[in-house]
């Protein structure tokens, strides 16, 4: 089975700086990764993914992931951190399932940006 | 833009009454989740179904069914409600093998 480790609960970073959340993946074949956040008490929202081609990608908000294959990672960033972006992020993976593609997902970071 | 809207934001029921829990998708999605979602413990999967009138259990399906009847819409059901199923519960739809799309959640507290 796929899966994905996010070995952070929780990043703090000042208002300005650059951010990372971290996310490592393990699969057999290639990966197909995503990026989701959670704002307080709202559904998860669709921030990027991965499926082939450029190693960065870029999405939603300003944010973009990289994609490492020797490190299996898929690392958020942002260059400038905001307030507003205070959220619960969660990496995932497309999984096989029962004949379907389904996505596992991590346990998810909680980011917390400093005024 | 995609919706996928869900019956109610937050819901109080007592122990042992049957729930129904009610989400809608607009964009044909063949897809359709449904999660629960507690801290510290991520997401956890409880049905998903793929096509109307299907459906695969997930990581925790006990003491739940679904129902598909038809493509846009998919229930989840408490057939006696404890107290340990109060949670944060989120619907999902997605075309096959592609991002997730997901409702407002619905805050379930069993009392």
């Known amino acids: 089975a796929q899966s994905v480790a996010q070995p952070e609960d929780q990043v703090n970073v000042a208002e300005g700086n650059p951010l990372t959340v971290k996310c490592t993946y393990s699969?057999?074949?290639?990966?197909?990764l995503f990026w989701y956040v959670q704002y307080p008490n709202r559904g998860l929202q669709f921030l990027l993914k991965y499926i082939t081609g450029d190693n960065l990608v870029k999405g939603s908000y300003g944010f973009e992931a990289e994609f490492n294959k020797s490190q299996t990672s898929f690392h958020l960033k942002k260059p400038s951190a905001l307030v507003s972006d205070s959220a619960l992020y969660f990496c995932a993976v497309r999984d096989m399932r029962g004949g379907s593609y389904i996505p596992t997902f991590g346990r998810g970071t909680s980011l917390i940006v400093h005024p | 833009d995609v919706k996928v809207t869900q019956s109610s934001r937050y819901l109080v029921k007592r122990t042992g009454e049957k729930v129904f829990l009610e989400c809608v998708q607009d964009?044909?999605?063949?897809?359709m989740f449904w999660y629960r979602q507690d801290p510290g413990l991520g997401l956890r999967l409880i049905y998903f179904?793929?096509?109307?009138?299907?459906?695969e259990k997930g990581d925790i399906p006990e003491g739940y069914s679904v129902s598909r009847e038809k493509k846009e819409r998919f229930s989840l059901i408490l057939e006696s409600a404890s107290t340990n199923q109060t949670s944060m519960y989120l619907c999902?739809?997605?075309?096959?093998?592609?991002?997730?799309?997901f409702g407002p959640g619905t805050r379930l507290t069993v009392t």
């Open positions: 179904s793929y096509d109307v009138k299907m459906k």
């Open positions: 964009m044909d999605h063949e897809n």
């Open positions: 999902a739809s997605s075309p096959p093998a592609y991002e997730q799309y």
């Open positions: 699969v057999s074949g290639n990966p197909y």
